[in-house]
């Protein structure tokens, strides 16, 4: 099994909603990332978990707030959210540094729209 | 920082033709690196990774090369067909404990009947 999925597949909401998005893998990898992408644009690393810790934070505000309960989840919570943050999110997992290989998968993504 | 650079940004080809995509990063000291398909709206289907002890990889009609002392990595398409359309990035993983990807701004592939 290879696969990461993502949930939900499409999500719309107002500026002062709260949701999560949430992203399961079953490969024991130990790194998980969450990715923002624009139409057009190569995805933008947000956060990276390693052994269900928290390691990258790459300055992203704090409407976004991740969350890793256990090795096969990721979530991200939403909070008071922009227009612009309308995006597709990817969620990706890949085994920790030190392997023969270190091969990201990534999900179907979450395409988000703040209305 | 790495920066990952892909020529050419667009490709519009006829159906049979073979297709090389080209991939530069500026950082040598990469753990590997992969090859991604990404349809429109959707994730990344990863295609090939070459470790940074490798020189190739093949996946069908798919071949990739690596040179990591000048920075460049080289995705073969072989006899394109109208299904290959789609964006291909490149990712280059840096060693040195973070093992982040990081990406190209990818090449647009159109493959026309």
């Known amino acids: 099994d290879t696969e990461v999925t993502q949930t939900p597949k499409h999500l719309v909401m107002g500026m002062t909603n709260k949701k999560s998005l949430k992203c399961e893998q079953h490969?024991?990898?130990?790194?998980m990332y969450w990715y923002k992408q624009k139409a057009k644009k190569p995805p933008e690393l947000m956060f990276v978990?390693?052994?269900?810790?928290?390691?990258i934070n790459e300055s992203v505000p704090s409407r976004f707030s991740p969350e890793c309960p256990n090795s096969s989840l990721l979530n991200l919570h939403l909070h008071a959210l922009q227009p612009e943050d309308s995006a597709l999110y990817l969620c990706?997992?890949?085994?920790?540094?030190?392997?023969?290989?270190?091969?990201?998968?990534f999900g179907q993504g979450t395409r988000l729209t703040v209305v | 920082k790495q920066e990952v650079t892909q020529i050419p940004a667009a490709l519009s080809v006829p159906e049979g033709e073979n297709l090389v995509l080209n991939c530069s990063f500026t950082?040598?000291?990469?753990?590997?690196l992969q090859w991604f398909r990404q349809d429109p709206g959707k994730g990344l289907t990863s295609l090939l990774l070459?470790?940074?002890?490798?020189r190739e990889q093949t996946s069908g009609r798919l071949n990739a090369s690596l040179d990591k002392s000048s920075g460049r990595s080289t995705l073969y398409i072989a006899a394109s067909q109208p299904g290959d359309s789609a964006t291909y990035l490149c990712?280059?993983?840096?060693?040195?404990?973070?093992?982040?990807?990081?990406f190209g701004r990818g090449t647009s592939l159109i493959v026309h009947p």
């Open positions: 990706a997992s890949s085994q920790v540094g030190g392997g023969r290989k270190t091969e990201a998968f």
């Open positions: 490969m024991g990898h130990r790194a």
């Open positions: 978990y390693s052994y269900e810790k928290l390691s």
């Open positions: 950082d040598s000291a990469i753990y590997n």
């Open positions: 070459i470790q940074s002890s490798q």
């Open positions: 990712a280059a993983v840096a060693s040195g404990g973070s093992y982040i990807p990081t």
